[in-house]
C-alpha cells in the first residue's frame, strides 16, 4: 500500500511569512496527525483529526498555526506569521483508529530565515 | 511534566556488534511502548512494541526489555548492520489517551 504522502520536502521562507504543507494519509485511515519535530528532538504533536474533526490541538499555536481536513481524507497545515524557532521538520501520520501505531511520512523540512 | 528522555545522545558500534539503546520514562502510569528508527530525510519506522504487562519482547534481530521497577527500556539490536545507523526513539503512551510522548532520541553509529 501506498504510505503517508506529504510535500513539499523543503522550503525555505523569511520570518512573518506564511506557508502551507500538505499530507494525504494512507488510503482509508481515519485518523491523522500532525508532528513538529525540531532538530536532534523527538516528535512533538501538534494537532490530531479523526476524520474531519479534531480530536486534540491543545500543542497547536493557534495565533499562527491552523490546520484543516476538509473531506476526512487529505490535510493541511499552515503557518502565518513564521519565527525563526519554527524551523523544523513537520511531519504527517495516519493510522486507522485511535490505535497507537501509526504510520509517518517523510516530513516536510522548513526553514525560517 | 510527563517525559521521555535517553541516556546516550550518540552510539557507536562495530559492525555485527550487538547494540543496546536505553531510554528512561518519567510516567508510571505509561503501559505502552514504542521503538521507533529514523533514518535521515524519512518519518520515524515502527520497530517494535511493549505492553506494560510483559518485560520482554522479541522481534526480528531486536529485543525490547521493559524494567517498570525503575521506568526504563531498552532496545537490542543483535548483529549490528551499516543499515541499523539511525537515530532511534521510544515513545511512552497510556491506554486513556492514543496521544505518544516521544523521547529526544539516540544516533546509533555503525562503523566497519
Known amino acids: 500500500e501506498a504510505g503517508v504522502a506529504q510535500s513539499p520536502r523543503y522550503k525555505i521562507i523569511e520570518k512573518r511569512q506564511s506557508v502551507a504543507f500538505w499530507c494525504n494519509p494512507i488510503?482509508?485511515?481515519?485518523?491523522l496527525y500532525w508532528y513538529q519535530q525540531i532538530l536532534g528532538q523527538g516528535p512533538k504533536l501538534l494537532i490530531q483529526f479523526q476524520n474531519n474533526g479534531v480530536v486534540d490541538d491543545s500543542q497547536l499555536p493557534k495565533d499562527r498555526f491552523s490546520a484543516e481536513r476538509l473531506k476526512g481524507v487529505d490535510s493541511t497545515l499552515k503557518i502565518q506569521p513564521a519565527k525563526l524557532e519554527d524551523s523544523a521538520v513537520y511531519l504527517c501520520?495516519?493510522?486507522?483508529?485511535?490505535?497507537?501505531?501509526?504510520?509517518f511520512g517523510s516530513g516536510t523540512r522548513l526553514t525560517v530565515v | 511534566g510527563e517525559s521521555v528522555g535517553l541516556h546516550l545522545p550518540t552510539l557507536s558500534v562495530q559492525e555485527g556488534d550487538n547494540s543496546i539503546i536505553n531510554c528512561a520514562y518519567s510516567?508510571?502510569?505509561?503501559?505502552?511502548f514504542i521503538w521507533y528508527k529514523q533514518e535521515s530525510g524519512k518519518g520515524p519506522q515502527f520497530i517494535i512494541d511493549i505492553r506494560s504487562n510483559m518485560d520482554k519482547r522479541q522481534g526480528q534481530r531486536v529485543t525490547v526489555l521493559l524494567n517498570k521497577t525503575v521506568k526504563h527500556l531498552s532496545l537490542q539490536i543483535a548483529a549490528t548492520q551499516p543499515g541499523d545507523s539511525a537515530v532511534y526513539f521510544c515513545?511512552?503512551?497510556?491506554?486513556?489517551?492514543?496521544?505518544?510522548?516521544f523521547g529526544t532520541g539516540t544516533r546509533l553509529q555503525v562503523f566497519p
Open positions: 510516567n508510571s502510569a505509561s503501559d505502552y
Open positions: 488510503s482509508g485511515h481515519a485518523t
Open positions: 515513545a511512552e503512551s497510556h491506554s486513556n489517551t492514543d496521544k505518544l510522548i
Open positions: 501520520a495516519s493510522s486507522l483508529g485511535t490505535d497507537r501505531g501509526r504510520a
